[in-house]
């Protein structure tokens, strides 16, 4: 009689070494954990088949599809492989990282929940390693592989090192449960696995179902249908209702007006408008004053517009469509989907799921590989969003006297204009809303603290805050670089609630918001490079190579954090103050990657210096002699 076993889905992670494997299961919901071995001394192989045919629901991994469920598969197709060959095998996939695996998800014997796909991360832009999100999550053990060694040691250390890498997937799981639940739910709804889709795959598969339904053409043959353009004259695809006043943006349209391009091919030029410099280009309209401060007052006021949903509205109210399309039901389809998510409220999923489909469109119009291709339409679209907000800058600047444009930044800019001339300020946003047909979105800020386009802290006259780039100190995406966070917070609540830079650093008790991370890079294009600690002990200076990730903070003691490179040279990360050729102050670190708790906060000995110099000084590139710059 068989015993009826309850199956379960699994976190998961796999070591491949030439002799040893080993594979490490945690229950999702649980801390019931699984350990199999293959090596010289021991062999689970048999108890590993029986535990994944009889136990195992569905398995969740990091990078799963491409590299452990791959494993998996060779194994189940291998039963009475070596380590060796299992490694050789491994070897194959990570040298060609880029291949379609060879067994596609569908065709998995196991289901697989690929965190890497799901949260986009496997997305160039945001290409990001396990142990980066663990830097990010603020876990307390971010170690890299031990060095392999023999004996039962250094095995002891690598199932170890696979255990806490299925703890870290399984913290990442925990975190975005909510969106895995979502994808869930759309995926049931829909019927089209989502998955194991990133963002951009989600609006892919999406769209290219509406549109087979809404055209009746089938999806494989939707799928093979694309229009290629070769050498495109951007004077033919201006919008006829462009036109300029000043000088400045006269040689806009122009410079516009004599380019000629092939798909993919970048553009940039810029021009200087009021002292600031404004840049046109593939990736859209940007200006911003660098190092600023800018605060409403009882005459002026700082006013914020943004075109909703720029790029689709562009589209479907240009009658704009890839010429392989039938026009009509692409244009009312996509016109369609942007009405359905304004009725549907921003807390319903569906709402966020049709955000993704409808601002993809665009991206999908210059995928090489997308039903969708057409880099004529995605070069108009771009094109003509530049100089339509570049229109409505210039009709506000030179209307309204004693206006100043602030910022432009792909769909939306910021004016500071006089109190008593709002209402002039609303006509010709009205004005510029009845010549394009596409709507505009109102607010305004009490205070701008800009460093450059992409890195700005504004406060709405509601007192809610928007935080960018250097400024973001908290929910920072994997993606990026939370290092320091406590010094942004720090400037945060200087500007915003008044509060000394001194008193918000002193008094934090989160050592994590304190720590910086840096990566190694193994690329040959970047420089390959590795990161070493110089201690002193006992006398001697010794040399210690770090982990591929390094997590560290700055500290009274320690040591001296240095980036060596392929070709001999190296630096300082943290580099010292100098005065002249004398330095007067270096700056220590302690290796952090295994986090210690310290039950009296003085024993991390966190050089505050340092942490009070970098927020001063971000804070100084705003203040003159004790007065706020204004624009």
């Not at 302690?590 to 708790?597: E, G, L, P, S, W």
Request: charged share 30%; hydrophobic share 35%.
């Amino acid at each position: 009689m068989s015993i009826e076993i309850n199956k379960k889905t699994w976190v998961y992670d796999l070591e491949v070494m030439p002799t040893i494997f080993t594979a490490t299961f945690i229950d999702k919901d649980s801390d019931e954990e699984r350990v199999f071995v293959i090596s010289k001394t021991r062999d689970d192989r048999d108890s590993l088949f029986t535990f994944l045919n009889r136990e195992v629901l569905g398995l969740i991994g990091y990078n799963c599809i491409h590299y452990d469920a791959q494993i998996l598969e060779y194994l189940f197709r291998n039963p009475g492989s070596n380590t060796l060959s299992i490694r050789n095998y491994s070897d194959i996939i990570t040298r060609e990282n880029d291949r379609r695996p060879d067994v596609p998800e569908w065709k998995l014997k196991i289901p697989h929940l690929d965190l890497f796909r799901a949260l986009s991360l496997s997305v160039k832009a945001k290409r990001t390693g396990l142990k980066w999100c663990e830097f990010g999550m603020d876990l307390e053990n971010i170690e890299d592989m031990p060095s392999q060694g023999e004996g039962n040691t250094w095995e002891e250390m690598l199932l170890s090192y696979n255990k806490n890498d299925v703890i870290a997937t399984k913290e990442l799981y925990k975190r975005y449960y909510h969106e895995i639940e979502l994808r869930k739910k759309i995926s049931k709804e829909e019927g089209v696995s989502l998955m194991n889709s990133t963002e951009p795959d989600i609006a892919k598969k999406l769209f290219l179902k509406y549109l087979s339904e809404a055209s009746g053409i089938l999806k494989s043959d939707l799928q093979s249908m694309q229009t290629k353009r070769e050498k495109m004259t951007v004077k033919d695809i201006i919008f006829p209702y462009i036109s300029f006043e000043t000088e400045e943006f006269k040689r806009v349209y122009d410079a516009f007006s004599q380019l000629e391009l092939y798909p993919g091919q970048e553009f940039e030029f810029s021009i200087k408008y009021h002292g600031i410099e404004i840049c046109y280009g593939l990736g859209g309209l940007h200006a911003a004053p660098k190092n600023k401060l800018i605060e409403s007052n009882e005459n002026y006021v700082i006013k914020t517009v943004d075109a909703t949903s720029y790029y689709p509205h562009l589209c479907f109210q240009n009658d704009l469509c890839p010429a392989h399309l039938p026009k009509s039901i692409f244009l009312n389809l996509y016109r369609g989907l942007y009405l359905k998510r304004k009725e549907i409220p921003k807390k319903d999923p569906r709402n966020y799921i049709l955000k993704i489909v409808i601002n993809a469109a665009y991206g999908l119009m210059n995928d090489q590989f997308s039903f969708l291709k057409d880099p004529l339409v995605g070069l108009s679209i771009c094109i003509n969003g530049q100089l339509l907000l570049s229109m409505l800058a210039e009709k506000i600047t030179t209307n309204i006297k004693g206006s100043q444009l602030i910022m432009c930044n792909t769909d939306g800019i910021e004016v500071f204009i006089p109190r008593e001339s709002e209402q002039q300020y609303l006509d010709i946003c009205r004005w510029w809303e009845e010549l394009t047909t596409i709507p505009l979105e109102h607010e305004e800020y009490q205070k701008m603290i800009i460093r450059d386009v992409n890195s700005y802290l504004a406060i709405h006259s509601n007192g809610k805050t928007k935080c960018k780039g250097a400024f973001e100190f908290e929910n920072i995406p994997l993606h990026k670089d939370k290092s320091y966070s406590i010094i942004p917070r720090a400037v945060y609540n200087y500007f915003v609630n008044n509060i000394p830079i001194e008193t918000t650093i002193r008094e934090s008790r989160n050592i994590f918001e304190f720590c910086a991370g840096v990566k190694s890079s193994s690329s040959e294009k970047k420089g390959k490079s590795w990161y070493v600690l110089y201690q002193v002990i006992k006398g001697e200076v010794v040399e210690q190579k770090l982990s591929k990730t390094v997590r560290y903070y700055v500290s009274k003691q320690g040591g001296y954090l240095i980036k060596k490179y392929q070709d001999g040279s190296y630096a300082q990360v943290e580099a010292p103050i100098m005065k002249g050729n004398k330095i007067v102050k270096e700056w220590k670190v302690i290796y952090f990657n295994k986090a210690k708790t310290y039950e009296n906060w003085e024993d991390y000995n966190l050089d505050y210096s340092y942490y009070l110099s970098k927020a001063r000084e971000f804070v100084g590139l705003f203040e003159e002699k004790g007065q706020i710059k204004l624009i």
